[in-house]
C-alpha cells in the first residue's frame, strides 16, 4: 500500500505547484487507495482527474492527454522519474513507492552461496533501492569487491529497468556475478539475457538465493525457436508504442528496411498499449517488438514469434 507518510509526501509536492486541474496516474496495484489520494489532492482546491488507463511504469507518461484537457500538473504515482525523449508537454511530479528493506540478515544466511563471486555487481528495482547501500556495506565488510552503476536512463545508482540495464552491463567483464536484491523474474531474467556473466537473485519474498543461469537457457532455447520459426514466415508486423518512453519510431524504420531487404513485407503498426486484439484481422506472421520489452515475453498470447529488433539480422 502506499502508506500515510508518502501521500503526505505527495500533497506537499503538489501543494507547492498550487494546480488549478491534477492529471493522475498511477500503478493497478493502487486503485484501492487512489480515491482517497484524490481527495486529499482536492483539499488542496485542484480539481482531479483521474486516468483509469493502466500504468506500468513512467515510460507511460499521459502528458498529452493531461494537456489536452487543460491540466496543468500531472501527477505520477508508483513509478520513479526515468528519462524521456522529450519535455513533457505539462509540468509533472513523481511520487515512487518504496520499500525499505536491510537485507543483511538475508546475505548473512547466504553468504557461504556467494562464496565464489569476489567482486559482484547489485542491481534493484526502484522499489528496493535502500537495499542497496546495506548490502553493499555488508558485502564489503565480507571481504567483496561491490559494484553499483549509474544508470542511463533510471533514476537512482544500482536501479535496472525492463528497458534499462546500463547500471550493470558496464560491469560484465569486471565482476564474477551480478547480484539483484528483490522480487519478481522480469528484472532479473532480462538482465541474465544482456550479460555474459551469472546473474543471482536475493528474493526478499521467498529468502531464497536463486542462480538464473537454467532460465537464461530456457529463454535463449524459446528466443532461437522463434526465430527459427520466423525465418519461414512473410508478413511482419513492427510493433511501434506512442508512450513516450516506450515510442522508437527510428528504430522501427530501420527495423523495417532490414526486414525489406531480406525480402519479408513488413508494416509499421502503431498503438498506445500494444495487445493482441488491436492486430486481430490483419494479415501478419510474425512481429517485431520495438516498444517494452516486457511484451516479447508475451508471445504466447499473441500466438505469433515476436522479436527483438536485434533478431532481425538473424533471419
Ligand atoms: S521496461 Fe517497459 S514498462 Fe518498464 S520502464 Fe521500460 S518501457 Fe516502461
Do not use: W
Not at 567483496?144 to 536512463?153: E, T
Not at 492486430?279 to 504466447?300: H, Q, T
Request: charged content about 30%.
Amino acid at each position: 500500500m502506499f502508506d500515510e507518510k508518502a501521500i503526505g509526501s505527495l500533497v506537499d509536492k503538489v501543494a507547492k505547484k498550487k494546480p488549478r486541474r491534477v492529471f493522475l496516474q498511477y500503478p493497478e496495484g493502487l486503485k484501492l487507495s487512489i480515491f482517497d489520494i484524490s481527495e486529499k489532492l482536492e483539499r488542496l482546491g485542484a480539481e482531479v482527474f483521474i486516468s483509469c488507463d493502466p500504468c506500468f511504469g513512467s515510460c507511460d507518461m499521459k502528458d498529452l492527454e493531461a494537456k489536452a484537457l487543460g491540466c496543468d500538473l500531472l501527477v505520477h504515482i508508483g513509478h520513479t522519474e526515468m528519462k524521456l525523449p522529450r519535455k513533457t508537454a505539462v509540468p509533472a511530479i513523481y511520487e515512487d513507492y518504496r520499500i525499505d528493506i536491510d537485507p543483511t540478515h538475508l546475505l548473512d544466511e547466504h553468504i557461504q552461496a556467494l562464496g565464489p563471486c569476489e567482486s559482484i555487481c547489485l542491481v534493484t528495482t526502484a522499489q528496493y533501492i535502500s537495499a542497496i547501500e546495506p548490502a553493499k556495506r555488508f558485502l564489503e565488510e565480507h571481504g567483496k569487491k561491490v559494484y553499483v552503476g549509474q544508470p542511463s536512463l533510471a533514476k537512482h545508482p544500482g536501479q535496472i529497468l525492463g528497458c534499462d540495464h546500463s547500471a550493470a552491463e558496464p560491469f560484465d567483464n569486471m565482476v564474477d556475478c551480478f547480484l539483484f536484491l528483490g522480487t519478481g523474474r522480469f528484472h532479473p531474467l532480462g538482465l541474465a539475457a544482456k550479460v555474459k556473466k551469472t546473474v543471482l537473485v536475493l528474493d526478499f519474498e521467498t529468502s531464497v538465493l536463486e542462480n538464473m543461469n537454467s532460465e537464461r537457457d530456457m529463454m535463449v532455447r524459446i528466443k532461437t525457436m522463434q526465430i527459427e520459426k520466423a525465418k519461414e514466415m512473410k508478413r511482419f508486423g513492427v510493433l511501434v508504442s506512442t508512450k513516450p518512453g516506450q515510442s522508437h519510431p527510428g528504430t522501427a524504420e530501420k527495423v523495417k528496411k532490414r526486414l525489406k531487404g531480406k525480402g519479408k513485407d513488413a508494416r509499421i503498426l502503431v498503438m498506445d498499449q500494444i495487445t493482441p486484439e488491436k492486430i486481430l484481422g490483419m494479415k501478419i506472421d510474425a512481429l517485431v517488438n520495438c516498444s517494452c520489452p516486457r511484451l516479447s515475453e508475451d508471445f504466447r498470447q499473441f500466438k505469433k514469434p515476436i522479436l527483438d529488433p536485434e533478431d532481425v539480422d538473424r533471419l
